[in-house]
């Protein structure tokens, strides 16, 4: 079956220093990849999402590739600030029909002053 | 433009109890997608709604059922309540065919659902 495997945290970073998640995935055919956030006491907020190999998802200052020959949605921001502090999830869903989204275990970041 | 509601925010439930968790979705929306989120791991799918019926379900136990309105909101209901069931409910909307264009999935903040 389908299934999302993501970097472990925390994360801990100083602002402003580079950001990088590392996501990798299991699916059979085309999937569609993503990246929620979640901060404390909320629920999931779409980031960004890629639909096919190559694609460039990109929003706030972050940014993933859809690598397909790799099996990779790697999450990267050049420069993270106090605010961009919570739980990031990377996950996938089938085009095919309304299949579920699958999420990793998801990766806590901390960017302290 | 309202989005994803869900009541309550948290609920404070015993073992052997039930419970019933409620879902409105994101205007123009017509599937309802319910997750339960453990305290440290990803949300993981229970079910799904569309047009009244159970479409597609995760590997969750028939203690777990839903319904869904005319008017697209939801429900979930958990019966015999067990201590591995307090978690992060997660409800989230979206069009349903609209998944076939990459439309995404909006959700909610969640019902803390906790068994003593």
């Given at each position: ?22 996501c ?18 909320e ?25 397909k ?33 699958v ?11 | ?8 925010t ?91 264009n ?8 969640g ?6």
């Amino acid at each position: 079956g389908n299934s999302v495997t993501q970097m472990e945290g925390p994360v801990t970073l100083s602002e402003e220093a580079f950001l990088t998640i590392n996501c990798t995935y299991t699916a059979t055919g085309y999937p569609s990849l993503f990246w929620y956030v979640q901060y404390p006491g909320e629920g999931l907020q779409l980031l960004l999402k890629a639909t096919k190999a190559d694609d460039k998802g990109s929003n706030k200052g972050f940014e993933a590739t859809y690598r397909k020959e790799t099996t990779s949605f790697h999450l990267e921001k050049g420069s993270v600030q106090v605010s961009d502090s919570a739980v990031y999830f990377c996950a996938l869903s089938d085009l095919a029909g309304n299949t579920p989204l699958v999420f990793g275990k998801g990766t806590r970041l901390s960017v302290i002053a | 433009d309202a989005g994803v509601t869900q009541s309550p925010t948290h609920l404070i439930k015993t073992r052997g109890q039930q419970v019933t968790l409620r879902c409105s979705p994101k205007s123009g929306h017509d599937t309802v997608s319910w997750y339960q989120q453990a305290l440290g791991q990803g949300p993981q799918f229970i079910f799904q709604y569309y047009e009244e019926e159970e479409r597609q379900r995760g590997n969750f136990p028939d203690r777990f059922s839903g319904h869904q309105f005319p008017n697209y909101s939801s429900e979930l209901n958990v019966n015999a309540l067990l201590l591995g069931d307090s978690a992060l409910y997660l409800c989230a909307s979206s069009l349903y065919y609209g998944m076939s264009n990459n439309q995404p999935q909006h959700f909610g903040d969640g019902t803390r659902l906790s068994i003593l």
